[in-house]
């Protein structure tokens, strides 16, 4: 994604600080790239982050079927379609409870349900704990739906509206 203010990352490799287990691989680029790895290299980080360029969509899919869990720690955000694509390839979501893609998350269940304010390094730790069962329930979770079905949910919403 973009290296903004608005994604998030900082708090991330704050939370990566004191955790063995877990290699973050970031993807994307924008701005604040150098600043990243400043604070990389301040948190001694570099063996524990890796920053790779933007990838197109076939690219992707092998990180996604090489990952184990996705972090979504954007302050705000309208959506953020990579949680509902990380939920189809089974990886559990740890998703800022500020973006719209949160409706998506069932705390404990597909992933948590984060405050992009607060590190998450216990959220790491629960979901590699329940890793196995929580990527089966993340394609559970999404698999059932499809574009057709929300446009009849919606379509369904309009029509009671107008009948009211």
């Known amino acids: 994604g973009n290296f903004t203010l608005k994604k998030n990352w900082e708090i991330v490799f ?3 600080r004191n955790n063995e287990e877990i290699h973050f691989l970031l993807i994307g ?3 604040l790239k150098k600043h990243y790895l400043k604070k990389i290299d301040l948190l001694n980080l570099k063996s524990k982050v ?3 360029p ?3 969509q076939a690219e992707i899919i092998k990180y996604y079927k090489a990952s184990d869990v996705l972090v979504f720690p954007s302050k705000y955000d309208q959506f953020g379609f990579v949680v509902p694509e990380a939920l189809l390839f089974k990886l559990p979501v740890l998703c800022s409870n500020t973006t719209g893609a949160s409706m998506l998350i069932k705390d404990g269940y597909n992933g948590f ?3 992009p304010n607060i590190t998450i390094e216990n959220y790491f730790s629960k979901t590699l704990a329940n890793l196995s069962n929580m990527s089966d329930n993340s394609f559970e979770s ?3 739906i499809t574009l057709e079905k929300r446009v009849v949910e919606f379509l369904n919403i309009f029509t009671s509206e107008l009948d009211a």
Do not use: C
């Open 142 to 144: 999404v698999k059932e």
């Open 54 to 56: 933007k990838k197109d």
């Open 50 to 52: 890796t920053i790779l």
């Open 113 to 115: 349900l984060i405050n």
């Open 14 to 16: 704050e939370s990566l």
């Open 29 to 31: 680029s924008g701005k």
